[in-house]
């Protein structure tokens, strides 16, 4: 049991209230002026290092130690150790200083867990990195004596120091990692030794039998990988140095002999393609120190080629630092060095403001690819987004397949795509979170709550664990509290078994912008990603969570699964929109994208789509137009609304609402039904994970109206003259019904 702080000396206790005050010099005087064991405890069984930590001080740490603190003693009541409560504050330089000091990084507390993992827990992932990316100096002592047969060391005894700092950065940006190598003492004049011991390295983390570290193998390698990159820069310099006229050329070779090794090879990194700006020799190298990884079955090399190797992957750079430091739920790139990835540039361009730097070599180093587009970058968000003549061009040139697909084209080449509509980048050139992605959280008798990416325990305020998950993405002219969706959002709530989780990215799928809404659907998804990762590091189960889209929000839940690395549990397509939608896996909604894809099919052919996209496809009606909306103004945008009428009928009375029998025919299709009787299902909320094949479903009532439920629904789900009261879909939200 933890003492009592009445049994502290006033000595100690004066202690313990300098450093809550954090006043540095004070502590200083007493400790000098008092030679104490400074490994006492207050009632809750802290030490004055525990304290320290706590507070993210790290010269009155330093100070605790040099007087003998003990690194990891402690008789905290829930077993945190300094290392926790340093990884607590943020202090990054604190949690290195503590492991250099012998600090364990295995220590769990009372819920089992370890420093990194509640660093993770409240978002302080600068600590992560440091923790998992330290190595104990005792690794690399190893090489600096002869082993064995060896008549000298693999590594020079002067340059360990200096080494052992290298291969712990944070920041694998090759860039970065060129720039290092080269600010370390004596490490650039003995790349190749430095080279061989990080081989070394990686083979000894990959035989260590149960403790086999894949992470730190593969960083060793990639990091072999720059160092034999700027050795083959220094061997073309030495072999050009030995001609004879190169005093006389005027070539690029010929600059680059001016030029230093290392500059040489940064600049071919950042050196970008004129079609999409994309570091095509970074890019091209990246790729191959991953090919190049010689312990082919390890997970980490399956999970990196996976994502390499998809149609519309993200950036290596992005890859390899995820694979080395971890996904992290949310990261705002806006202040990224442009040059080496460093985070919280505080540095901008002088002239345009729009890319940020560490400092002036950085910006020196970017200058020469940054010069041509700084003018361009200076201008006005609206002069940027508008469309230009070869896209207009491009879009001319596209058959339509279409009425809507026509109207859209006719629109984008009058130029109405203008200021008002909001174009993301892509490419994983946007920040996340985005700003215009907003993700609410909805439980039965709460009020809506936002996420908010600073507070780490957000889903403890209203969040059920009891409760199953559900994930509403809006299609396009949606928004958070617009129809369609907002019906479905409230059909789940009135159920009273959900937490509903409503994304709104209304802003970047707002009307009349349908193509901007399309071009955005990937970096929406990619942002959601890192949400979604986020929420399951805080405890939301994948297994019991469902993502339900509408239109290109079915897409949406797609194209998350490309970014993640984890496998969702269930999608629910609701008439996946078909206008502009690119083909190809990685640009849609398909059964490869969850444990189990379930599409509705409501207009199949005109406004959604009509091919076979889940493990059960339910054609409704024919699966082209709606019954009740025949005769309407449109019938197709009707038909393709109601989608999401069908699926809130599911959710009550288990399914029974909505059964329907297996059938062999594709959406949309006549009447003539080729069926296969016997096999019934429940269409929506409750269909079995285990169906697969395709199902007909038929019902020419309008779904979920309470005239026709016996009082049950939602009169937004009704249409004029269905009911004598004002209330209906169109009425109530006339601008939000032209959704897609």
Not at 469 to 493: E, F, K, M, Q, S
Request: net charge neutral.
């Amino acid at each position: 049991m933890a003492p009592s702080k009445e049994g502290l000396t006033d000595l100690q206790k004066e202690i313990f209230d300098k450093i809550d005050k954090n006043e540095v010099s004070e502590i200083k005087t007493l400790l000098s002026m008092n030679k104490i064991k400074v490994d006492f405890v207050d009632e809750n069984g802290m030490s004055p290092l525990q304290h320290a930590c706590y507070k993210g001080n790290k010269e009155i740490v330093q100070m605790l130690l040099d007087q003998g603190a003990d690194v990891n003693a402690g008789q905290h009541e829930h077993a945190y150790t300094a290392l926790h409560f340093a990884a607590l504050s943020g202090n990054a330089d604190l949690c290195h200083l503590l492991m250099s000091h012998g600090a364990r990084l295995t220590a769990t507390n009372s819920v089992g867990r370890t420093p990194a993992q509640m660093a993770a827990f409240v978002g302080n992932h600068n600590c992560v990195a440091t923790i998992n990316n330290f190595i104990p100096k005792a690794d690399i002592d190893y090489f600096v004596k002869a082993q064995g047969l060896q008549t000298e060391p693999m590594l020079p005894p002067h340059l360990a120091d200096s080494f052992h700092k290298f291969i712990m950065q944070v920041n694998v940006h090759p860039v970065r990692v060129a720039m290092n190598l080269q600010r370390s003492p004596g490490l650039l004049e003995n790349a190749y030794k430095i080279q061989k011991v990080l081989e070394a390295l990686r083979h000894r983390e990959m035989t260590r039998g149960a403790e086999t570290n894949e992470v730190m193998a593969f960083k060793y390698h990639y990091l072999s990988c720059v160092v034999a990159e700027i050795i083959k820069c220094q061997k073309r310099q030495e072999a050009m140095k030995g001609e004879k006229n190169d005093k006389d050329k005027i070539s690029e070779e010929g600059e680059e002999k001016k030029s230093d090794v290392v500059e040489i090879l940064i600049r071919k990194f950042l050196k970008c393609s004129k079609s999409d700006g994309v570091p095509e020799y970074q890019e091209a190298f990246l790729r191959e120190s991953v090919r190049e990884f010689p312990f082919r079955e390890s997970t980490i090399f399956r999970q990196m080629v996976a994502t390499l190797a998809g149609t519309d992957p993200p950036s290596a750079v992005s890859v390899v630092s995820a694979a080395i430091n971890g996904q992290r739920g949310f990261n705002d790139n806006a202040s990224v060095c442009v040059t080496c990835g460093e985070e919280k540039a505080s540095k901008k361009c002088s002239k345009c403001k729009a890319v940020q730097y560490c400092d002036r070599e950085c910006q020196r180093l970017h200058w020469s690819m940054h010069k041509k587009a700084c003018a361009r970058l200076g201008q006005s968000p609206s002069q940027n987004t508008k469309i230009s003549d070869v896209d207009k061009e491009q879009i001319k040139a596209k058959r339509p397949r279409g009425p809507i697909e026509e109207a859209i084209q006719n629109g984008a080449v009058n130029d109405y795509i203008h200021e008002d509509c909001i174009w993301r980048r892509g490419n994983d050139r946007d920040s996340c979170p985005d700003p215009e992605v907003r993700v609410y959280l909805y439980t039965p008798g709460n009020n809506r709550r936002e996420l908010d990416s600073r507070e780490s325990d957000w889903l403890r305020h209203d969040y059920d664990t009891t409760r199953e998950n559900i994930i509403l993405i809006h299609g396009y002219a949606g928004g958070d509290n617009t129809l369609p969706i907002a019906v479905l959002r409230d059909a789940y709530l009135r159920n009273g078994s959900y937490n509903v989780f409503l994304v709104d990215w209304g802003a970047l799928a707002a009307a009349p912008c349908y193509p901007a809404a399309v071009s955005n659907l990937h970096p929406v998804a990619r942002c959601l990603s890192r949400t979604l990762t986020s929420l399951r590091n805080l405890g939301l189960p994948i297994h019991r969570t469902t993502c339900v889209g509408h239109s290109l929000g079915a897409h949406i839940c797609g194209i998350i699964a490309n970014y993640l690395l984890f496998r969702m549990n269930r999608i629910i397509g609701l008439d996946p929109a078909k206008p502009l939608i690119r083909p190809g896996r990685v640009n849609r909604l398909d059964s490869g994208d969850a444990d189990f894809v379930e599409v509705m099919h409501t207009n199949a052919g005109y406004y959604g789509e009509s091919i076979r996209m889940g493990h059960a496809d339910f054609c409704v009606n024919g699966g082209k137009i709606q019954p009740f909306c025949e005769g309407r103004s449109n019938d197709q945008l009707c038909s393709h609304v109601w989608a999401v009428c069908f699926m809130a009928l599911s959710l009550d009375n288990n399914g029974r609402n909505t059964i329907a029998e297996s059938c062999s025919r594709r959406c949309p299709s006549g009447p003539k039904i080729a069926q296969k009787a016997g096999v019934y299902v429940p269409m929506g909320h409750h269909t079995p994970s285990e169906i697969r094949g395709s199902f007909c479903f038929n019902s020419i009532l309008p779904p979920y109206c309470p005239r026709y439920h016996n009082g049950h629904g939602d009169d937004r789900c009704c249409l004029p003259g269905d009911m004598n009261t004002d209330l209906s879909f169109k009425k109530k939200n006339n601008a939000s019904v032209k959704s897609l």
